[in-house]
C-alpha cells in the first residue's frame, strides 16, 4: 500500500513524502522494461525479441530513470487523492530511497492552490470620472499631423503604398485612400494647408465631415481609456479587501508576464532589451525587484477576483467559449485553441471579466 506524509509549508508549500512498496512499484518497471526493449537490438537477437534481463542489463540506468518519470507523477496524485492539496505547478521531484525489489520512497514539493478571503465586496465604492473633453485644438492637432505625414508621404512616394489608418481604440474612421494630386502647395510653393481635397483623400466627404470623424475617434479614445480607469479603481478596492499569502510561483508568473510586455514595447521602439536596460542602467534583477510588489498587487488583485467569481457562481459554458473562439478571423490563432491550455486561459479570462462585470453593476447600484 501507498503511503503518504503531507507537510504544509509558509507561502502555500506542501512536502509530500511518499513511499511505495516493491508490489505496487514492480508492475510499472515491468511495463517500462517492455516498452524500452522494443527498440533493443542485442547481437543474436532480432530487434525487440532479446530476453528481460539482458535488456535490462543493457538498458542500465536509463531504466530506472524512465521508470521514475512514469511512476512519481502517478504515485504522487494517488497519494494527493482525498486531499486538500490542489497542485498549481510542476513538482519538484527527489528522492529518499529506491531499490529494486525493495520500493520506492521520494519527496515531491509543490505550491497548493492558495486560500483566499475576500471581504465585503459588495459594499466597494469607486468613483467614475467624466471622460476629457474633446476640444477644437484636440482636433486640430489631430488634423495638423494628418496633414503633415500625407503631405510627406505624397512627396515622396511617386507610387501609392498601403495605406496608413489613423485609429481609435475600437478601430477608426480616418484613412489615407491615396487620394489628391500629392502636391498640396499654393502659389508660393508652400503647403496651403488641409482643405475638402485632403479631407477626401482621408475617406472624408469633406473638411467639416473629416473634423466630425476625428472627433468621434477622439471621444471614443477618451471614453475607453475612462472605463479603463474606472474597473482599475475598482479592482484596486478588490486588492486591499484580499487576504492571501501569496506562493512565489505566481509572482514570478506575473514578473515574467510583466517583463514580456515590456520586451514587446521595446521592441516597437526599435531596441533590444538588453540596449533598454542598459541605457536605463539597470539590469534584469534591479528591474524585477523594482516591480515585485507591483506584481504582488497584480496578483493578489487576480486572485480576489477569482474568490469573487467563485462565490458568486460565474461561469462560462462551453458554447461561450467557443463562441468567443468563432470570432477569432486568423486561421493560426485560431488554430492554437484546439488545445485545451489556451482554452483554458481563455476561459478564465472570459470568467474574469464577467465578474468585474457584476461588480460594476453592484459598484454603480
Not at 18 to 26: G, Y
Not at 96 to 120: D, E, M
Not at 124 to 144: C, F, G, Q, R, Y
Not at 220 to 234: G, M
Amino acid at each position: 500500500m501507498v503511503t503518504k506524509d503531507i507537510q504544509k509549508q509558509p507561502k502555500s508549500l506542501v512536502e509530500v513524502t511518499v513511499t511505495v512498496p516493491w508490489t505496487d512499484l514492480e508492475p510499472k518497471w515491468n511495463e517500462t522494461l517492455q516498452r524500452l526493449s522494443q527498440d533493443i537490438e542485442l547481437p543474436g537477437f532480432r530487434k525487440g525479441a532479446a530476453p528481460a534481463n539482458m535488456v535490462e542489463a543493457q538498458l542500465g540506468q536509463k531504466l530506472q530513470d524512465e521508470v521514475l518519470r512514469v511512476a512519481q507523477p502517478a504515485f504522487l496524485i494517488e497519494a494527493l487523492q482525498g486531499s486538500d492539496v490542489v497542485p498549481i505547478d510542476y513538482p519538484q521531484y527527489s528522492i529518499v530511497n529506491f531499490v529494486k525489489g525493495q520500493g520506492l520512497q521520494f519527496k515531491a514539493t509543490i505550491t497548493n492552490r492558495p486560500q483566499v478571503s475576500v471581504g465585503n465586496y459588495k459594499t466597494i465604492k469607486a468613483s467614475k470620472s467624466s471622460p476629457k473633453t474633446v476640444t477644437d485644438e484636440d482636433v486640430n492637432k489631430i488634423l495638423d499631423d494628418l496633414y503633415k505625414r500625407w503631405n510627406a508621404r505624397q512627396a515622396g512616394s511617386a507610387q501609392p503604398g498601403p495605406a496608413p489608418v489613423q485609429s481609435g481604440p475600437n478601430g477608426g474612421s480616418i484613412s489615407f485612400n491615396n487620394q489628391g494630386n500629392g502636391n498640396d502647395t499654393g502659389v508660393d510653393g508652400k503647403m496651403s494647408g488641409p482643405d475638402d481635397n485632403f479631407a477626401k483623400a482621408m475617406g472624408a466627404l469633406d473638411m467639416n465631415d473629416l473634423k466630425l470623424k476625428i472627433k468621434k475617434d477622439l471621444e471614443d479614445n477618451a471614453n475607453y481609456n475612462n472605463e479603463l480607469d474606472y474597473e482599475e479603481s475598482i479592482l484596486q478596492e478588490v486588492e486591499k479587501i484580499t487576504q492571501v499569502e501569496l506562493p512565489e510561483v505566481l509572482i514570478n508568473d506575473e514578473l515574467n508576464r510583466m517583463l514580456v510586455s515590456l520586451q514587446r514595447r521595446v521592441a516597437d521602439m526599435g531596441l533590444l532589451l538588453e540596449d533598454y536596460l542598459k541605457s536605463q542602467n539597470k539590469t534584469l534583477d534591479a528591474l524585477k525587484s523594482e516591480w515585485k510588489a507591483q506584481a504582488e498587487k497584480n496578483v493578489r488583485m487576480e486572485l480576489g477576483l477569482a474568490e469573487i467569481a467563485r462565490n458568486e457562481n460565474v461561469s462560462i459554458s462551453d458554447q461561450e467559449l467557443q463562441a468567443e473562439i468563432d470570432k477569432i478571423q486568423d486561421a493560426k490563432v485560431k488554430q492554437q485553441f484546439e488545445q485545451q491550455e489556451p482554452r483554458l486561459q481563455l476561459r478564465h479570462a472570459l470568467r474574469q471579466t464577467r465578474t468585474l462585470d457584476l461588480l460594476k453593476k453592484l459598484v454603480a447600484g
